[in-house]
């Protein structure tokens, strides 16, 4: 029961942020103007600086890869913005170990300056096994949306809505056999010294586990992100940490260190790597890629 209803409130919310979308939603400010604190937020379709913001017709890309944490930017009405990539997982556990290679990729379109529809999944995927067979095969593919809901200001942080509903179109191998819905709230704030903080909190409910159980999870991220000194107009690093815990008993959480660079080659291209590693024991030993942006 709980399942299904936690995947019905997540389609909701991402049918309710499309008609959002398609209703021009006004984005509220944080600060009543004449307040002594009010703070003129960069508008919803701007981006302060490359390492953040807000992408426009005008300026830097600002993909949502290669973090785990998700960023609040959206692509910008009527752009189609690209994600891919090539990662490398490896994972040692008591019966096995484990290598992947996969291709995730995001397909981002922007209905207006404030909401985006996505749709993501691992192009394709090849597991070693030792001692085992090989698995191979298309990952199931995620359909969603993102809305930038309130510009922020001072301590109060920029606000946005996110969900996602996986739907079980892999290969038989490969596939999660199940919907897999996904909702998040992010939060964005701009730091001293030209960075970024970015906060996820949220929830969702992967696919049976090993054992077959199924579990609802709270799944978080926090990244810190700025751009290099020594070419500040076109590099940016970040740190972050994220990751799942299970809202239930006796099941270990995902917690995952990361940390990367993006280089824009041009306004709207980008190149970027990544690695991130397990702090616990049911978690990925190493994630690391090397990825592709494109806006258009």
């Keep these: ?27 509220p400010s944080l600060n009543e103007p004449g307040s002594p604190t009010q703070w003129t937020a960069p508008a919803v379709g ?4 490359p390492h953040g913001g807000y992408a426009t017709d005008s300026e830097e890309i600002a993909a949502e890869r290669p973090r785990a944490t998700r960023r609040l930017a959206p692509v910008g009405s009527r752009h189609f913005q690209m994600e ?25 379109y ?22 085992g067979s090989n698995v191979n095969g298309f990952g199931d593919l995620f359909f ?30 490969v596939s999660g056999n199940a919907l897999q819905p996904q909702a998040e709230t992010i939060m964005s704030w701009d730091m001293p010294w030209e960075m970024t903080l970015d906060g996820n ?5 992967p696919p049976k586990d090993a054992a077959g159980d199924r579990f609802v999870r709270l799944t978080y991220g926090a990244a ?33 260190f990361g940390t990367g660079v993006g280089f824009r080659i041009r306004d709207n291209m980008q190149l970027d790597t990544f690695g991130r590693f397990g702090l616990s024991k049911s978690s990925p030993d190493v994630q690391t890629g090397l990825g592709f942006s494109w806006r258009l």
């Design 1 to 27: 029961m709980t399942h299904r209803l936690f995947s019905a409130m997540a389609v909701a919310g991402t049918l309710l942020l499309a008609q959002l979308a398609v209703a021009q939603v006004a984005v």
């Design 46 to 49: 701007r981006v302060p600086s």
């Design 84 to 108: 891919t990539s090539v990662d490398y997982q490896t994972e040692n556990d008591t019966a096995a170990k484990r290598e992947q290679i996969s291709f995730p990729t995001l397909l981002r």
């Design 110 to 131: 922007g209905l207006s300056e404030h909401v985006e529809v996505q749709m993501q999944g691992n192009m394709y995927t090849f597991q070693n096994i030792s001692g």
């Design 144 to 173: 969603g949306s993102k809305w930038a809901a309130l510009d922020g200001g001072g301590l109060l942080p920029s606000l946005g809505f996110a969900g996602r509903l996986g739907l079980p179109t892999g290969s038989n191998s």
């Design 201 to 205: 909190l949220g929830m969702d409910l």
């Design 224 to 256: 810190v992100e700025r751009p290099l000194p020594f070419w500040s107009d076109r590099l940016n690093a970040f740190v972050e940490f994220a990751g799942a815990v299970p809202l239930k008993s006796q099941k270990s959480g995902t917690h995952l």
